[in-house]
C-alpha cells in the first residue's frame, strides 16, 4: 500500500513563503507522475502542479512564477516551493500519484495552509 504523507503548511502572511512536502512509502516516487492539489473553502479541488518520475514539470497558469515542484528520489520526496502568497491561495493541500494509467490513485491526508495578516 503506498502512503503519503504531507507536512509544511501552516499560516504565513501575504508575501510569504512556504515550502510543502509530501514523503511517500516505497519507492514508486522515482518512476511515477506526483501532483500537488488543493481546496480552498467552498471551492472544488485544483491541480497546482506535476512532475514526472524524469523530472518535467507542469503548472496550472495561475501557479506559474510563484510555485514550484521539485522532488528529491534519494528521500522519496516532492516539494512544492510557494512564494509570494496570497490571501486566495489558502487551501488544504494534497500530493497524489498512481500507476501509469491509472489516474491519481493515491492520496495524502492534506496539509493546511492558511495566508492571513
Known amino acids: 500500500q503506498v502512503q503519503l504523507v504531507e507536512s509544511g503548511g501552516g499560516l504565513v502572511q501575504p508575501g510569504g513563503s512556504l515550502r510543502l512536502s509530501c514523503a511517500a512509502s516505497?519507492?514508486?516516487?522515482?518512476?511515477?507522475?506526483v501532483g500537488w492539489f488543493r481546496q480552498g473553502p467552498g471551492k472544488q479541488r485544483e491541480l497546482v502542479a506535476t512532475i514526472s518520475g524524469g523530472g518535467s514539470t507542469l503548472y496550472t497558469d495561475s501557479m506559474k512564477g510563484r510555485f514550484s515542484i521539485s522532488r528529491d528520489n534519494a528521500k522519496n520526496t516532492v516539494y512544492l516551493q510557494m512564494n509570494s502568497l496570497k490571501p486566495e491561495d489558502t487551501a488544504v493541500y494534497y500530493c497524489?500519484?498512481?500507476?501509469?494509467?491509472?489516474?491519481?490513485?493515491?492520496w495524502g491526508q492534506g496539509t493546511q495552509v492558511t495566508v492571513s495578516s
Open positions: 516505497g519507492s514508486i516516487v522515482r518512476a511515477y507522475v
Open positions: 497524489s500519484t498512481g500507476r501509469p494509467n491509472m489516474g491519481w490513485e493515491y
